[in-house]
């Protein structure tokens, strides 16, 4: 979410219709082929940490904060869901209840452009287009005994061939693993969707009246996050308030804040409470955490796009300040940031964010907080 733009080389462009290279993974058994000219952006392989993903894109790596990518970034990235499927379980099923389970805008906020059952590396598959607040956006899923790939996109109609050749030659080996504790191994507590618990949130939706949102003075008790921290240590530039930009606007996600920050800067709880989901988000959030607190009633914090994650399991426990993932710009997204926000669960209401401590609007008005254009920063905040 920063300013500069790195520009797309029409070489590697071009070279989506042309030349193809082969990547093969040895940690994870597969490989595919990608457009000769694209970058691979290296996945987060630390060890104790799970869930991130290995991406190829037409433009290089951001190297700065004050850098972001332009329009024209595709971006590929594949990785396996974070919750187990039952060996006779359809995947269609399963998927559909994943994203119900993952869901982070109302379903007449989702277009779904396609969706077929096809194989996949001569597995069951599935193939969903569509289009959220976010974006664009192609998954293609793979079903390999009790682990769910995914290969997704920011791809448009543009670009679907480029998408589609690399589906079409991703290839799962014996050393793929068949269930999640033999990738991460036995500290990792895998959950199946049918024990996994999560709420789902309401249909109602509160909606943002444009650039500037309703006053803070109606926000109950309810909402008012008394006693959060900010969710990372040190200044961060805050690159998009409230309601400062489509994409925080139209939902609940109005009073989301992005703040810029480099690949790998650790997030913490802003909070303490439970996970209750960890894992990659289809619409667009990339690697999101979501963790639960009191007291009641329950607010639900969102932590998006992250690189990778500290948590192992959901129910986990967490303390205000744990490390509970890492910065990163996975999923429809323009530069390294995290988008945070949070809900009240039982109403799907937003929860007073730009409130929280040692944050400075440049508007000098938390109900006002957008300042100029697009291309400007609306405030800075200092954690602890």
């Known amino acids: ?18 030349k193809w290279q082969t990547y093969t993974d040895e940690r994870f058994g597969f490989k595919l082929d990608y457009p000769e000219g694209w ?11 799970v869930g991130a993903v290995l991406s190829f894109s037409n433009v290089p790596e951001l190297r700065s904060t004050n850098e972001s990518y332009g329009d024209d970034r595709i971006v590929v990235s594949v990785g396996f869901y974070l919750m187990e499927i039952d060996k006779g379980e359809s995947l269609s099923k399963w998927i559909d209840l994943y994203e119900e389970k993952s869901r982070v805008f109302e379903v007449p906020e989702i277009t779904i452009l396609e969706q077929k ?7 069951q598959g599935l193939l969903k287009r569509g289009i959220s607040p976010l974006g664009s956006f192609q998954i293609a899923n793979i079903k390999d005994d009790r682990v769910v790939w995914f290969i997704w996109s920011n791809a448009d109609a543009k670009s679907l061939d480029a998408f589609s ?13 068949k269930s999640l504790q033999s990738a ?12 996994h618990t999560l709420a789902s949130p309401p249909q109602e939706v509160v909606r943002s009246r444009g650039r500037a949102l309703e006053s803070l003075t109606i926000l109950s008790a309810a909402q008012d996050p008394a006693g959060w921290r900010l969710p990372f240590s040190g200044q961060r530039t805050i690159t998009t308030g409230p309601g400062c930009r489509s994409t925080h606007q139209g939902s609940a996600s109005g009073e989301a804040i992005d703040y810029s920050m480099p690949a790998g800067t650790s997030v913490k709880a802003t909070y303490g409470g439970v996970v209750s989901f960890f894992g990659w988000n289809n619409q667009g959030y990339g690697n999101l955490v979501n963790i639960d607190s009191g007291p009641s009633p329950t607010k639900r914090q969102y932590y998006a796009h992250l690189q990778s994650f500290g948590v192992n399991y959901v129910g986990e426990a967490v303390a205000t300040g744990t ?24 109403t799907n209401t937003r929860v007073a964010v730009r409130t929280l401590p040692t944050t400075t609007w440049r508007s000098g008005d938390p109900n006002d907080p957008c300042w100029g254009t697009v ?10």
Do not use: C
């Open 1 to 18: 979410m920063a300013r500069r733009l790195v520009n797309t080389p029409s070489s590697a462009l071009a070279s989506v219709q042309t």
């Open 39 to 49: 970058y691979m952006l290296a996945r987060d392989d630390t060890p104790g940490r």
């Open 117 to 123: 059952v096809l194989p996949i590396s001569k597995r």
């Open 165 to 177: 050749h690399m589906v079409a030659s991703f290839a799962l080996g014996d050393k793929s693993p």
């Open 184 to 195: 991460y191994g036995p500290e990792f507590q895998p959950t199946t969707l049918n024990s």
């Open 323 to 346: 490390t509970i993932g890492f910065a990163d710009s996975t999923g429809n997204s323009t530069g390294n940031h995290l988008h945070f926000e949070a809900r009240v669960v039982s």
């Open 375 to 384: 291309d400007d920063w609306d405030g800075t905040a200092t954690g602890p």
